[in-house]
């Protein structure tokens, strides 16, 4: 390229690179975006494990209240039916047998009397407890909808700006050579958006490694685009262009 068409181009990839670093950073955040959104439900899915586990732990109760109602239920008709057959016994000793029987199955009636009492006051409190929980739920769900229309609404704002540097980049890289431009372009990629660097005291501005003076030189002739030795990247002096 000629002197002047070597100024020039680097002229343009200093436009170009900025806009570039802008998109790039744009991207960065929108691919993170749904990340956060991920972080966020799970954030809130972790709070609702407790108020599934106290329903769970509800519907347990109730099924063993039930069972133990049922058995008490069983009980109670067995000794009805005991006490019925008592007056029928013509021995004592059949009397006193099924006295013994009938005791024992009042004793039975007894502790599942309390073990139905025991597990309708547990399931009183877990109902309070659940009660309690879907209210604070509540409350976390509301927040957590609110971040998540927040972020959704950032996604937007994300993408709109991108489409709008998108716009501007499609017009600042009219006139640019080509084969510079996939070199450049190539470097973009390799580099995380960083191909086009200033000298820094000497020093590469994207490595900082330090450059001879004859390379130094080389840039400021503008006969060709000067890449770093190091890093690859495009090199330019600010106060030349």
Do not use: W
């Not at 347990?60 to 239920?73: C, F, S, V």
């Not at 309708?120 to 971040?147: N, V």
């Amino acid at each position: 390229m000629a002197q002047g068409t070597v100024k020039i181009t680097l002229g343009k990839l200093v436009i170009l690179q900025e806009i570039d670093l802008e998109l790039y950073e744009y991207k960065r955040e929108l691919a993170e975006k749904p990340a956060q959104a991920l972080t966020l439900k799970a954030a809130y899915e972790k709070k609702r494990e407790h108020f599934t586990e106290l329903e769970a732990k509800s519907k347990e109760i109730d099924l063993a209240r039930k069972t133990k109602e049922l058995d008490l239920k069983s009980k109670e008709q067995s000794i009805a039916h005991a006490s019925t057959q008592l007056m029928t016994l013509k021995t004592n000793k059949e009397y006193q047998t099924k006295l013994f029987e009938i005791e024992n199955l009042k004793a039975d009636k007894s502790l599942l009397e309390e073990d139905v009492l025991r597990l309708m006051e547990s399931s009183e409190r877990i109902l309070a407890e659940i009660s309690k929980e879907k209210e604070f739920l509540l409350e976390e769900e509301k927040q957590y909808l609110a971040e998540k229309e927040k972020v959704d609404l950032e996604l937007a704002s994300v993408q709109e700006k991108i489409t709008s540097v998108e716009a501007r980049r499609r017009e600042a890289v009219v006139g640019i050579d080509p084969a510079t431009l996939s070199t450049y372009e190539q470097v973009v990629r390799n580099r995380g958006g960083l191909a086009l660097v200033p000298l820094v005291g000497g020093a590469c501005g994207g490595c900082f490694m330090h450059l001879p003076q004859q390379f130094v030189n080389r840039i400021k002739m503008f006969d060709q685009i000067v890449r770093c030795e190091m890093c690859a990247r495009l090199l330019y002096i600010k106060e030349d262009l």
